[in-house]
């Protein structure tokens, strides 16, 4: 079976694959088989003859290799089975650049050295142990600060949608404002928001829904269309119904038919 192609992990970072039989059949037909192993891709310093010539040391459960086409990357892979984190919680790792603080990746570099330079002269099963409690390390470290970043997203992500619902009101509610109010950058308030929509559109439609449950509510059925249009923050009656006709099929005073008569 042909290797995967190298992705190659910038300085800083690691990349986490599944490799194996199974893990090709579930990435070709879908499924959530356990890969036969893990690779763990790292640029580490190393010396030049060493980068140029390449080097692989191989084990019953490890495979250490310096991969001579890449300079300075090193691929380490380790049997799935003798993890002791199961695959399922190494998914928020697996195929992407993820970033590796300094100390952690000191720590890696040193130990490929040595490695490197004495693994011909050492035991092989101790070294396979050795081996396999360094891809433990770092795979857990850089899963508890993944986990860490991606809590933190979603909390900030809660606290930008708690926000324009609280304002939705507000005709001058823009990205802008909402990046201001939550101290964070513009571009970063789009970060919360990678997800095809962006901020601006998620803002319109939280408009949207909010107008959809103004239009259904019996109790409001008095209130005419240019004042729900205000109540949601559109800058007018026609600049609403075009937004809503755009986001429903419908225009306001159809879908609000639609809803009472339903």
Not at 23 to 39: F, K, M, N, W, Y
Not at 128 to 153: I, N
Not at 244 to 256: I, K, L, V
């Amino acid at each position: 079976m042909a290797e995967h192609p190298v992705d190659v992990p910038a300085s800083g970072y690691l990349v986490v694959r599944a490799s194996g039989a199974a893990a090709a059949r579930a990435a070709i037909l879908g499924g959530t088989a356990d890969p036969e192993s893990v690779q763990l891709l790292m640029r580490c310093p190393v010396p030049r003859a060493v980068a140029e010539s390449g080097a692989k040391l191989t084990f019953a459960d490890a495979t250490l290799h310096l991969l001579p086409s890449e300079r300075g990357v090193v691929m380490l892979t380790v049997a799935a089975a003798k993890l002791s984190i199961p695959f399922t919680e190494l998914r928020p790792l697996m195929f992407r650049p993820v970033e590796v603080d300094a100390p952690l990746r000191t720590l890696f570099a040193s130990a490929v050295a040595h490695v490197l330079a004495a693994g011909s002269r050492l035991d092989p099963h101790g070294l396979a142990h050795h081996l396999l409690g360094l891809a433990e390390l770092v795979l857990r470290s850089a899963l508890r600060v993944e986990l860490d970043r991606v809590d933190a997203l979603a909390a900030r992500r809660r606290a930008a949608l708690e926000y324009m619902r609280a304002h939705l009101g507000e005709q001058s509610l823009t990205a802008d404002k909402i990046a201001e109010a939550l101290y964070i950058s513009r571009r970063r308030l789009y970060q919360l928001f990678d997800d095809g929509q962006g901020a601006s559109e998620r803002l319109k439609g939280l408009r949207i829904e909010r107008a959809k449950t103004l239009l259904a509510d019996p109790a409001k059925a008095g209130r005419g269309i240019a004042e729900i249009a205000r109540d949601c923050g559109f800058t007018s009656a026609p600049h609403f119904s075009r937004t809503f006709r755009r986001a429903t099929g419908r225009t306001p005073r159809e879908f609000r038919e639609q809803a009472l008569r339903g």
